[in-house]
């Protein structure tokens, strides 16, 4: 074989080489797209348990079917828009079927997955229609209602912002008075182990547990994090509102509470609503 011939069949194996593996590599991404996607819905369900106070050992007890359909039965999912009006998916379904969704996609997407949807897609959708974005944009956010057996237990918000590396995830659960907290969970980051991803462990959510968003005089306060121990640097009238901190992770807990609060305000004027 010359050495051209040579050259030649080294060439065509690569590019056959590489050709099988791109068709390989997009059959596995097109068979686990779906898994990917049940498994992060999963984990926002789970997640979603764990700040309305369930165990990681009572959801670990729980089959993943088991979550999503008890999910289904326990939580009542709201749509409010930027005027803290309760919306339907009726608007949000006909802007999408304009985008070339059909009927059967659209169909299996419940109340927030829809709105998640509608909100990655509003810019686009706010130009098709020939506005402005500020013009355009409803502002939806999804508000979860707990409600096991059909009684109200709590109200949990998302909420998510920048932490020190990335975007942080989670959601914060209210009784019934809309100012004592039931719980948090975080169930997405990029902190660094040991510092700020210590804001997953237990004994920093527990912190929560119990405490006020409220001031005295009914005004949104949130929930702040100390830089150490809330004993050591809060006075005690302010200790509802605090909570300890930890060591190494002052930018992350900056983050957090900074979108706690900011959160917690788009909120606040539907809650007034139903303290009343």
């Known amino acids: 074989m010359s050495a051209k011939k040579g050259a030649g069949y080294t060439y065509a194996f690569a590019m056959g080489l590489c050709l ?25 369900v789970q997640n979603l348990f764990s700040a309305v106070g369930y165990t990681p050992d009572q959801i670990a007890e729980l089959k993943p079917a088991e979550v999503l359909s008890k999910f289904e039965s326990d939580f009542e999912v709201k749509v409010l ?11 949000m379904k006909k802007e999408l079927l304009g985008l070339g969704y059909t009927e059967e996609a659209l169909a299996k997407e419940n109340a927030a997955s829809m709105m998640n949807l509608f909100n990655r897609k509003v810019k686009l959708l706010a130009r098709k229609a020939d506005k402005k974005l500020e013009e355009y944009d409803p502002g939806y956010k999804a508000l979860y209602v707990y409600q096991p057996g059909g009684t109200i237990e709590a ?19 209210l009784e019934l008075d809309l100012n004592t907290v ?13 510092l700020g991803a210590r804001i997953t462990e237990d004994w920093f959510k ?71």
């Open 81 to 91: 828009d930027k005027d803290n009006n309760e919306a339907d998916t009726a608007f």
């Open 155 to 173: 109200y949990v918000v998302p909420i998510q912002g920048n932490g020190l590396w990335d975007i942080i995830k989670g959601y914060i659960a």
């Open 182 to 194: 039931k719980g948090i969970s975080f169930y997405e980051h990029a902190e660094t182990p040991g």
């Open 206 to 276: 527990q912190n929560y547990v119990g405490k006020h968003i409220l001031g005295n005089a009914g005004e949104l306060v949130s929930i702040t994090i100390a830089k150490g121990k809330v004993a050591d640097s809060v006075p005690e009238s302010k200790h509802d509102h605090w909570v300890d901190g930890i060591s190494g992770a002052t930018l992350t807990t900056k983050g957090i509470n900074q979108f706690l609060y900011a959160d917690l305000q788009k909120y606040e004027p539907y809650f007034k609503t139903l303290r009343n």
């Open 20 to 44: 099988v593996c791109s068709i390989g590599l997009s059959l596995a991404y097109t068979v686990l797209k779906p898994m990917q996607a049940d498994n992060v819905r999963l984990d926002i």
